[in-house]
């Protein structure tokens, strides 16, 4: 039995656990689309900071996020927020464990996050993954969700 609920204070430290082992393909896979020079200038310890920037965005204040819960434990979560100036909503994180992954946790928690955006009203939903092979899960999960890609492109140098 699978359920989708608030994210509480408790599902703090395995919402990380399992974005940890969930990101762990997408920083390999990035780290041979960018090499090691650049990968490791941009990621010199990738799960400290992605530990971190997965604390800050499920406590930030203007973020509303929902876990997946499977057998009482979480295995999937997602981070929104509102961008009213603009009348869009942003899925700013989403993961999923790699034990569930396949099974329609990304695409339900997707579209929790959609409705809360549509119930505030706003007329364009977001969300932004990368194109290197690791990414691939993530892009089916907002594809068939109804999202267009853009063809945008992000440079990096290493200086």
Do not use: C, K
């Amino acid at each position: 039995m699978r359920e989708i609920r608030p994210y509480t204070a408790t599902d703090n430290d395995p919402v990380v656990a399992l974005s940890l082992r969930a990101w762990a393909p997408v920083f390999s896979s990035m780290r041979r689309a960018a090499g090691d020079e650049l990968f490791l200038t941009l990621y010199r310890d990738w799960r400290t900071q992605q530990e971190q920037a997965v604390r800050d965005v499920i406590t930030h204040e203007a973020n509303s996020t929902w876990v997946a819960v499977a057998d009482t434990s979480p295995v999937g979560f997602v981070s929104a927020t509102l961008h009213e100036e603009d009348r869009a909503g942003e899925i700013v994180m989403l993961a999923v464990d790699p034990d569930h992954q396949g099974a329609g946790i990304g695409h339900d928690l997707t579209e929790t996050a959609v409705a809360w955006m549509r119930e505030h009203g706003v007329e364009v939903a977001v969300v932004e993954t990368g194109g290197d092979p690791g990414h691939a899960p993530a892009r089916a999960v907002y594809t068939n969700a109804g999202f267009t890609a853009l063809p945008i492109a992000r440079f990096f140098r290493v200086l």
